[in-house]
């Protein structure tokens, strides 16, 4: 129990950088009225989504743990009872908790980035959105590893009843990156078209009804979302690895995860005070720097730790964890970074993409899925050569921990993500409250880097699913006990085949859900400039309040059916057709959902830069054909990469801890 205390402590310690870092952002001029006039319409507009979302998401929640707490009821045999379901209830508690924090923080510094650029230039703009990401970074591993440990103390580390914990929280996460995701596009969508297109009024133009709602969207879907997405991850990496090593009764393996992820929460602090005092005149090295800090500590850090176990998995040498867990890491590194050489305007991939857009919308569309599909073949071979090396290394116990090498640093990745929203914020404050055009173009040098960046997490974020599917999958197969999947099985077969199709079928969800929240605010934004005297002149406010909560509405209906498909699909198959065709079933989603994942996201995020790209002043600027080419392509992509893609995310990795945590049941 002694060893639970270090854990323990970096969690706690994770907090109390949350503490200092909230305090920082709060201390900070939020501007003069009209700007804090915003950012309050922002913050309404987010807690109103949020409070709607979770009482939802807790009828959910509750009804499952129920059944949960019931199982001895009418299956007397099966390790399932209410400790499980009281863990299940902390993990969701603990991913609504972190994301609550985050976005609540995020929402107070988007104005106080915009007068930081005002009183203290680029530095002091990139100071305050550094410590408004980092709330929610510092949010998400501290809450979620602190929850992990109370549920470890309560229930004497049982692996079933800790498998609840992981549960819960993907729960949660399905919910807040769906709804999060259809929120902030069907607002983005409908701001857009009939702003940008039809109306021919610019980007964060205070007379868009819909402009508010889209800044909320930003919060809701990448930093709250995007939070609660790694936070899951991270959970499911760690428990993984806790449950393999528990399997075969080394007590010692089973903490190696808990102590590597406390070397991550201090690597991470590291990391961001690093990027806070560099962060002068480049803001792009100062923020790949810190994660480069984080993750070198990391490595020092674990290899430390594994010297000091000195234990080995199976007949695997002893500092086997220590490489598995590198492999993670590079891999991380690499999946990043070829994200970003697919979707940034540097290189030539969206260059040729804003090139070809001089053709038309049809070219733009079909270029940005060709250079999505293309993009996939580097992430999956090095995805194979990672997991081929971890297991060669330590068994699936290191596939376990190669995962959790990937997403130690989560603390760094989800603040260096979640700064990026901030400082779109920020920029659209500087527009609609009419400040000088020097300090828009001080947030924009800022949202451009936040748009690397975000490629770079949206990379890390489908790389760590896979990696955390995998681990998940593999000790689903270890509690159930089978070796392999007999592809002479016809019901394994049945199994990998429908699990292939699910992605599929909930990605239609989502995209008919974003299309019905769009519909319905492009129809509002129309009937306001239309009907509300003067709007388009700029002499009169919008109904943003309509706005907000058109998307709300639409998100909150949006996200149910796609949530229940991914809960209910390994429970009827495990039921029905047993653990051997639940394993066939997971693998099959595994493949298709990963490279769908990496497709969307890439694929979005080439057609959003290749618009910023000619917005810069190739092929014509903004206004030309080319351009509203690109917005309509941009358009196409916007749900790719910031609904479907990474809710395929949480898919694969709720299906796949659903059934480890399930698995007694499928065996009775």
């Avoid at 955390?468 to 089978?482: F, P």
């Amino acid at each position: 129990m002694q060893d639970i205390l270090i854990p323990g402590a970096a969690s706690l310690l994770a907090l109390g950088f949350v503490v200092y870092l909230a305090m920082d952002v709060l201390r900070k001029n939020p501007g003069n009225e009209r700007m804090v006039q915003i950012s309050q319409a922002v913050q309404v507009g987010a807690k109103a989504f949020l409070r709607r979302e979770y009482l939802y998401v807790s009828a959910f929640v509750l009804v499952i743990a129920a059944l949960i707490a019931a199982t001895p009821l009418f299956a007397p045999n099966v390790s399932l009872n209410w400790q499980t379901s009281v863990a299940f209830i902390l993990g969701g508690l603990a991913s609504a908790i972190a994301g609550y924090i985050g976005m609540s923080i995020a929402t107070r510094a988007n104005s106080r980035t915009t007068q930081g650029a005002v009183d203290g230039g680029l530095k002091g703009a990139l100071s305050v959105a550094v410590s408004g990401g980092a709330v929610m970074g510092m949010s998400v591993v501290g809450v979620s590893l602190l929850g992990l440990c109370i549920v470890y103390v309560m229930f004497n580390g049982v692996p079933e009843i800790v498998n609840g914990y992981a549960m819960g929280a993907s729960l949660v996460a399905l919910f807040a990156r769906s709804g999060g995701g259809i929120f902030t596009k069907g607002a983005d969508m409908g701001a857009d078209l009939v702003g940008k297109v039809e109306a021919g009024i610019p980007e964060d133009d205070p007379r868009n009804p819909a402009v508010i709602a889209d800044n909320v969207g930003d919060n809701v879907g990448d930093v709250a979302g995007l939070g609660a997405d790694l936070l899951e991850s991270y959970v499911e990496s760690i428990i993984a690895a806790m449950a393999i090593a528990a399997g075969v009764g080394l007590a010692s393996l089973s903490l190696i995860p808990l102590q590597i992820a406390s070397v991550g929460i201090v690597a991470s602090i590291l990391g961001i005070l690093y990027v806070k005092i560099t962060g002068r005149g480049n803001p792009q090295s100062a923020l790949m720097g810190g994660l480069y800090v984080s993750a070198g500590l990391t490595a020092l850090g674990t290899y430390f730790i594994v010297q000091h176990h000195n234990v080995a998995y199976e007949n695997h040498g002893v500092m086997g964890p220590f490489w598995a867990t590198i492999a993670g890491v590079v891999s991380g590194v690499i999946i990043g970074f070829t994200s970003e050489y697919y979707t940034s305007s540097k290189y030539k991939p969206v260059k040729n993409l804003a090139d070809e857009s001089q053709s038309g919308p049809a070219i733009t569309v079909t270029g940005g899925l060709a250079l999505g599909m293309a993009s996939t073949a580097v992430p999956v071979i090095v995805l194979a050569i990672a997991l081929i090396v971890s297991h060669d290394l330590a068994g699936i116990y290191g596939v376990a921990l190669a995962s959790l090498g990937m997403l130690a640093t989560t603390g760094m990745v989800v603040a260096v993500d979640s700064y990026g929203p901030i400082a779109d914020n920020a920029g659209g404050i500087a527009e609609m409250a009419h400040l000088d055009p020097g300090v828009r173009k001080i947030t924009d040098s800022l949202d451009s880097v936040g748009n690397t960046t975000a490629a770079i997490g949206k990379g890390f974020a489908i790389g760590s699913a896979a990696f955390a599917a995998m681990g998940l999958i593999v000790a689903y197969m270890h509690t159930v006990k089978l070796q392999a999947a007999d592809l002479q099985d016809p019901h394994v077969l049945a199994g990998i085949i429908i699990g292939g199709m699910l992605p599929f079928f909930f990605s239609s969800m989502l995209f008919k859900a974003v299309s019905k929240a769009a519909f319905k605010m492009i129809e509002e934004v129309r009937r306001q400039f239309r009907e509300i005297p003067g709007l388009r002149e700029g002499k009169a406010m919008p109904d943003s309040a309509r706005c907000v909560d058109i998307s709300t509405v639409g998100a909150i209906n949006g996200m149910l059916l796609p949530g229940a498909l991914a809960i209910l699909s390994p429970v009827i198959i495990g039921l029905t057709l047993g653990p051997a065709a639940l394993a066939g079933l997971l693998l099959g989603a595994l493949v298709t959902g990963v490279m769908l994942g990496i497709q969307m996201a890439n694929s979005g995020g080439a057609m959003d830069n290749a618009k910023k790209y000619v917005e810069e002043g190739h092929h014509g600027g903004k206004g030309s054909d080319t351009h509203k080419a690109t917005v309509i392509g941009d358009t196409v992509g916007d749900p790719l990469k910031d609904t479907v893609g990474p809710s395929i995310n949480i898919l694969i990795k709720l299906m796949a801890v659903i059934s480890l945590v399930l698995a007694p049941l499928f065996m009775e």
